[in-house]
């Protein structure tokens, strides 16, 4: 197969590469949009051959979507807890993934919360529980399901922006 279409608009055919599975989408003037992460999720349904599939047709591979990091949601979220945010750019929002049991998840935060400690300027100011739906999940991607939780990492004033 060699055959290759012509350039045309933002398509380079200079840029292909061998992959299968991957779709993007974006504003081109730099806008935010839900309509951009619901189009997303659709590349994502429609992908149905992106590999690492199980035998279970309701157990995938976990691919996702990289988007902006929705400060206004965070900010929602985080003051339902009591946990008031810096100011956009001053913080970062990590997902951890942890073991199930309550012993392991407290460990898993305990090794995360000191060796978040040794890093100076930074500071703990938050986990939150991700709430997921895991009725959807699949036999096998259930026997794995880790406990999902969010970290937020403050940036103290004498980190540069």
């Not at 051959?49 to 199980?54: D, E, F, I, M, P």
């Not at 807890?81 to 942890?98: H, I, K, M, Q």
């Not at 073991?99 to 898993?108: D, L, M």
């Not at 300027?121 to 794995?144: D, I, M, Y």
């Amino acid at each position: 197969f060699d055959w290759m279409p012509e350039p045309q608009g933002l398509y380079a055919p200079r840029h292909e590469k061998d992959s299968c599975g991957v779709g993007m989408i974006a504003d081109l003037e730099g806008r935010a949009s839900r309509s951009i992460v619901e189009n997303a999720l659709l590349i994502l349904e429609n992908l149905d051959h992106r590999g690492a599939r199980g035998c279970e047709v309701d157990t995938g591979d976990g691919a996702g979507i990289l988007c902006a990091m929705p400060d206004g949601f965070f900010r929602r979220v985080f003051g339902e807890l009591g946990t008031e945010l810096p100011a956009a750019g001053r913080y970062a929002v990590g997902n951890v993934f942890l073991p199930r049991s309550e012993e392991g998840r407290a460990e898993g935060k305990r090794i995360v919360e000191e060796t978040l400690a040794g890093v100076p300027g930074l500071a703990l100011l938050a986990w939150r529980p991700v709430p997921v739906l895991s009725e959807c999940l699949g036999k096998t991607a259930k026997n794995f399901e880790p406990n999902m939780e969010q970290i937020v990492v403050g940036a103290g004033d004498e980190l540069a922006d």
